[in-house]
């Protein structure tokens, strides 16, 4: 078996990666139609996003602009990330068995196909086997990517294309005579990286920038002024373009509308991340996850989980201590090193700060002030085109995931091949054993997804008018969206954690009053037919009020339905 799965690298990564992923979001395995990992957040957002696309494509009606949502001005899937890659690989399976497998389906995949690629890319500077298994599970199977699948972010999980792009980057880099194969590749993942997520796109853009210049200053000088050497990448940037451009369109026209502000400073310092967000293990952790939780800040736990793990820096060490001997050599092992230090860097955004609190020195002689201790991401922040409309720098943690997983494997490569032989395959295991143990998660808990039954009420009683949910701050809620697949009316709502379109800027004063006269007015105006009403928030109502304009219809678990009295 083990001369089988050596010759067959597929297999052996399938044969780690596939079970790894099962006891990583167990028990969702059981429960892919009916559930989906953690809590509901942004995954039913997601679910309807699947759902629309496949409903769209069926009528032949794809638009970036949903009309029925924010109605009846519509709402641009560009306010949030649309990931067309990562909803076109969802959109089989929402075929077979409905958009909430195909959501799961898609979260899974992502797993092992991220662990392929950085297996892919370890495998050029190692021997063996296990040395790139260990890479695929550090940065597949990483705490970073596990919190980004419980709060459901499926963009940020299609991370399989980066260490493919990086890989491409390096073969166009390193090319002796020209070849269209690697630039070809570089292009198309790059593609890809634009189509899955904008986050994603920027920051490879910048981290790109870094890995020339350190491939120039730690591995070739020497191409610098070769024409045919900025040909390959000029070719490679050139033939991605076309494609990159149509994703970046939608976010451009909202961009010249006004309607992509920049963030303000302070909100976006918040998002920086501490240097001790690179070694605290994650809460979910199956032994000292808890601890971790209860003796350190982690209000930000989905962004500042980037803990790299000790066997990773370990043999990250080993990688580098030993750069003079490992098959990878000192000059591409120093130039992982740079490129996993400048994603540090711009990872802890703005300036420095250490358990979540920004570190300030005060300047003798200027009043006893203090002041943050900037760093490249303020000037970034301050000077770069749109990149102030980027909430977390934290992001580009993934990047330095990646650069220590490969070096990861370097470490283990170099380890293994100073033990002989008839323990070295003991000595792999128990070190990928290590790396497993090391990012293993407790079981974590399901959220059930289905309708509301006032959802379902609405669904009986078909009609053109639009629906409202008050109190309307409760419009944000990605739930809300997502209960548009069951009522099938246009909604007043639609936009959540994203910049918020004008419609609702100016509908917001007069409906927080709600259940006052004008804002009832505000209803009519909107072709509002039922407004759906928290009872907990109106406890006025839920005793029996009924507002001027309105006529009660219904009471379900605590949501009241109003029928907008023309």
Same mark, same amino acid.
């Given at each position: 078996?083990?001369?089988?799965?050596?010759?067959?690298?597929?297999?052996? &990564?399938?044969?780690?990666? #596939?079970? @790894?992923?099962?006891?990583?979001?167990?028990?969702?395995?059981? $429960?892919?139609?009916?559930?989906?990992?953690?809590?509901?957040?942004?995954?039913?957002?997601?679910?309807? +996003?699947?759902?629309?696309?496949?409903?769209?494509? /069926?009528?032949?009606?794809?638009?970036?602009?949903? !009309?029925?949502?924010?109605?009846?001005?519509?709402?641009?899937?560009?306010?949030?990330?649309?990931?067309?890659?990562? #909803?076109?690989?969802?959109?089989?399976?929402?075929?077979?068995?409905?958009?909430?497998?195909?959501?799961?389906?898609?979260?899974?995949?992502?797993?092992?196909?991220?662990?392929?690629?950085?297996?892919?890319? /370890?495998?050029?500077?190692?021997?063996?086997?296990?040395?790139?298994?260990?890479?695929?599970?550090?940065?597949?199977?990483?705490?970073?990517?596990?919190?980004?699948?419980?709060?459901?972010? =499926?963009? %940020?999980?299609?991370?399989?294309?980066?260490?493919?792009?990086?890989?491409?980057?390096?073969?166009?880099?390193?090319?002796?005579?020209?070849?269209?194969?690697?630039? =070809?590749?570089?292009? /198309?993942?790059?593609?890809?990286?634009?189509?899955?997520?904008?986050? @994603?796109?920027?920051?490879?853009?910048?981290?790109?920038?870094?890995?020339?210049?350190?491939?120039?200053?730690?591995?070739?000088?020497?191409?610098?002024?070769?024409?045919?050497?900025?040909?390959? %990448?000029?070719?490679?940037?050139?033939?991605? #373009?076309?494609?990159?451009?149509?994703?970046?369109?939608?976010? *451009?026209?909202?961009?010249?509308?006004?309607?992509?502000?920049?963030?303000?400073?302070?909100?976006?310092?918040?998002?920086?991340?501490?240097?001790?967000?690179?070694?605290?293990?994650?809460?979910?952790?199956?032994?000292?996850?808890?601890? *971790?939780?209860?003796?350190?800040?982690?209000?930000?736990?989905?962004?500042?989980? +980037?803990?790299?793990?000790?066997?990773? %820096?370990?043999?990250?060490?080993?990688?580098?201590?030993?750069?003079?001997?490992?098959?990878?050599?000192?000059?591409?092992?120093?130039?992982?090193? +740079?490129? /996993?230090?400048?994603?540090? #860097?711009?990872?802890?955004?703005?300036? *420095?700060?250490?358990?979540?609190?920004?570190?300030?020195?005060?300047?003798?002689?200027?009043?006893?002030?203090?002041?943050?201790?900037?760093?490249?991401?303020?000037?970034?922040?301050?000077?770069?085109?749109?990149?102030?409309?980027?909430?977390?720098?934290?992001?580009?943690?993934?990047?330095?995931?990646?650069?220590?997983?490969?070096?990861?494997?370097?470490?283990?490569?170099?380890?293994?091949?100073?033990?002989?032989? &008839?323990?070295?395959?003991?000595?792999?295991? +128990?070190?990928?054993? %290590?790396?497993?143990?090391?990012?293993?998660?407790?079981?974590?808990?399901?959220?059930?997804?289905?309708?509301?039954?006032?959802?379902?009420?609405?669904?009986? $009683?078909?009609?053109?008018?639009?629906?409202?949910?008050?109190?309307?701050?409760?419009?944000?809620?990605?739930?809300?969206?997502?209960?548009?697949?069951?009522?099938?009316?246009?909604?007043?709502?639609?936009?959540?954690?994203?910049?918020? !379109?004008?419609?609702?800027?100016?509908?917001?004063?007069?409906?927080?009053?709600? !259940?006052?006269?004008?804002?009832?007015?505000?209803?009519?105006?909107?072709?509002?037919?039922?407004?759906?009403?928290?009872?907990?928030?109106?406890?006025?109502?839920?005793?029996?009020?009924?507002?001027?304009?309105?006529?009660?219809?219904?009471?379900?678990?605590?949501?009241?339905?109003?029928?907008?009295?023309?």
């Amino acid at each position: 078996m083990a001369r089988l799965l050596a010759g067959q690298p597929a297999i052996a &990564a399938l044969a780690v990666f #596939v079970p @790894l992923t099962i006891v990583w979001t167990w028990p969702l395995l059981l $429960h892919l139609q009916t559930a989906v990992l953690g809590q509901i957040g942004d995954n039913v957002y997601f679910i309807w +996003l699947i759902r629309w696309v496949q409903e769209s494509l /069926a009528r032949g009606q794809l638009s970036v602009t949903v !009309p029925t949502l924010n109605y009846p001005e519509g709402w641009s899937l560009a306010y949030t990330e649309m990931t067309p890659t990562m #909803v076109l690989t969802a959109l089989p399976f929402s075929w077979v068995a409905g958009p909430t497998f195909a959501y799961n389906a898609a979260v899974m995949l992502s797993f092992p196909l991220s662990g392929w690629a950085a297996f892919a890319w /370890a495998r050029r500077h190692t021997a063996g086997l296990i040395a790139p298994l260990i890479a695929g599970v550090i940065f597949g199977f990483s705490p970073l990517r596990f919190s980004h699948a419980l709060a459901g972010h =499926l963009n %940020l999980l299609g991370t399989a294309w980066i260490p493919w792009f990086f890989l491409g980057l390096s073969d166009v880099l390193g090319l002796r005579r020209w070849s269209w194969g690697p630039i =070809l590749r570089t292009a /198309a993942f790059f593609i890809l990286i634009a189509w899955t997520s904008q986050y @994603l796109l920027y920051m490879t853009s910048i981290l790109a920038i870094v890995y020339v210049i350190g491939y120039l200053l730690c591995v070739d000088a020497s191409p610098v002024r070769s024409r045919v050497f900025w040909g390959r %990448l000029i070719s490679a940037g050139l033939l991605s #373009v076309p494609l990159v451009l149509v994703s970046l369109l939608p976010y *451009v026209a909202l961009a010249r509308q006004g309607s992509l502000p920049e963030r303000p400073l302070g909100y976006v310092r918040t998002y920086s991340a501490s240097i001790t967000d690179f070694f605290l293990p994650s809460t979910t952790h199956f032994a000292w996850g808890r601890w *971790v939780g209860e003796h350190f800040n982690r209000d930000l736990w989905i962004e500042a989980t +980037l803990y790299l793990g000790a066997a990773a %820096l370990i043999l990250s060490i080993a990688a580098y201590l030993w750069r003079k001997i490992n098959l990878a050599g000192p000059r591409q092992t120093s130039l992982l090193v +740079l490129f /996993a230090a400048a994603a540090i #860097v711009l990872a802890m955004g703005t300036d *420095v700060h250490w358990l979540s609190r920004p570190v300030e020195v005060r300047v003798p002689g200027l009043g006893g002030d203090s002041f943050p201790l900037v760093l490249p991401g303020y000037f970034l922040f301050r000077f770069l085109p749109f990149y102030s409309a980027m909430r977390v720098a934290m992001r580009y943690g993934v990047f330095a995931l990646l650069a220590v997983s490969v070096l990861a494997a370097i470490g283990a490569d170099t380890i293994l091949g100073r033990v002989g032989r &008839a323990v070295r395959p003991w000595a792999g295991m +128990l070190i990928l054993s %290590l790396v497993v143990i090391d990012f293993l998660p407790r079981p974590q808990p399901l959220a059930a997804v289905s309708p509301r039954p006032v959802d379902l009420w609405l669904a009986d $009683h078909p009609g053109a008018g639009a629906v409202v949910q008050l109190p309307i701050s409760q419009s944000q809620d990605q739930e809300q969206i997502y209960y548009t697949l069951f009522h099938h009316r246009p909604f007043v709502g639609g936009f959540f954690n994203a910049f918020p !379109p004008p419609q609702y800027v100016r509908i917001t004063p007069a409906l927080e009053t709600f !259940p006052s006269p004008s804002s009832v007015e505000t209803l009519k105006d909107l072709n509002v037919e039922y407004a759906i009403v928290d009872g907990e928030e109106y406890p006025e109502l839920l005793q029996g009020g009924t507002p001027l304009g309105l006529e009660f219809e219904i009471a379900l678990e605590g949501q009241l339905v109003y029928r907008v009295v023309p």
